[in-house]
C-alpha cells in the first residue's frame, strides 16, 4: 500500500502537482508566451521537479494541448448543461443561450482565449489537428441547432455545414480581437455582433434568402429551373 504524506495520498499528491503545473503553464505561456516559455520556468512557477514534469507531461507542447483541450471541454459542458435547460424553447432562445453561455464561460478568464485562439495556434501538426478537431465539433453543434430551427419553419431546409464553420471562424476572430485589447473590449458587445451574425446567417431574412443565387435562397433556384427548362436564359 502506499505511503500518504500530511494524510495525503500519492494518487491526490500527483493529481494535486498536475494542475499546479497547467495553472503555471497557462500563467506562462500567456504572460511571456508559449514559445518563450521554458520548462524549467513552469515547474519553478508549480514548484514542481522537472522529474515530477516529465510524470506528468511529454514536454511543454504537452501541456498546452492539454490546456487547449481543458478550455474547449469546459465551454462544451457549460453550452450543453444550459442548453438541456430549454429543451423546449424556441430557436432564438436557444440560439441565444448557446452564444451567451459560450461567450461567458471562454472570457471569464482573459487567459483563456488567449491560449486558445493565439498561443496554439501554429505550434504543430498535432496541435492543429486537434484544433480541428474542436472546429468540427463547435460547427457540428452549430449545424444542429440550424437544423433544429429549420424543423421548426424559421430557417431555410438546407445544409448548415459550412455556415457553421464559417461562424466558428467568426466567433475566433472576434475572441482573439477582443483578448488583444487592454483594458478588453465589453463582452458583450462581442457577444452581441456574434449573436447577430449567426441569427442572419441560419435565419436568413427573407430579403438576403431571396437573391438570386444565394445559398439558401429559393428565387436562384427557381429562376435557373424555369431558365433550363426554357432552353437557357433570355437576353435582353
Known amino acids: 500500500m502506499a505511503r500518504t504524506y500530511g494524510g495525503v495520498a500519492p494518487e491526490q499528491r500527483r493529481a494535486d502537482r498536475r494542475e499546479r503545473l497547467l495553472t503555471a503553464g497557462l500563467e506562462l505561456f500567456t504572460s511571456a508566451g508559449f514559445r518563450h516559455t521554458k520548462i524549467t520556468e513552469v515547474c519553478a512557477r508549480a514548484g514542481v521537479s522537472t522529474r515530477n514534469f516529465y510524470e506528468e507531461f511529454t514536454g511543454k507542447e504537452d501541456v498546452l494541448r492539454t490546456l487547449h483541450d481543458r478550455i474547449n471541454s469546459l465551454a462544451l459542458e457549460h453550452v450543453t448543461a444550459e442548453l438541456d435547460k430549454v429543451a423546449d424553447a424556441d430557436a432564438l432562445t436557444r440560439i441565444s443561450t448557446l452564444l451567451d453561455v459560450f461567450i461567458a464561460t471562454v472570457t471569464a478568464d482573459p487567459r483563456m482565449p488567449r491560449l486558445t485562439y493565439v498561443e496554439a495556434v501554429g505550434v504543430s501538426a498535432e496541435l492543429e489537428a486537434q484544433h480541428q478537431v474542436w472546429v468540427d465539433r463547435w460547427a457540428n453543434f452549430i449545424a444542429a441547432e440550424a437544423s433544429r430551427a429549420a424543423e421548426h419553419g424559421v430557417a431555410p431546409a438546407r445544409d448548415y455545414r459550412l455556415t457553421a464553420i464559417a461562424l466558428v471562424g467568426a466567433g475566433t476572430g472576434l475572441l482573439r480581437e477582443w483578448q488583444a485589447h487592454d483594458p478588453p473590449l465589453p463582452v458583450e458587445d462581442v457577444g452581441g455582433e456574434l449573436r447577430a ?35 437557357g436564359p433570355r437576353r435582353t
Not at 442572419?200 to 430579403?207: D, L, N, Q, T
Not at 431571396?210 to 433556384?221: I, K, S
Open 197 to 231: 451574425m449567426m441569427l442572419a446567417a441560419i435565419m436568413r431574412p427573407e430579403k438576403i434568402s431571396d437573391l438570386a443565387g444565394n445559398r439558401g435562397g429559393t428565387t436562384g433556384v427557381e429562376e435557373s429551373s424555369r431558365e433550363g427548362a426554357q432552353g
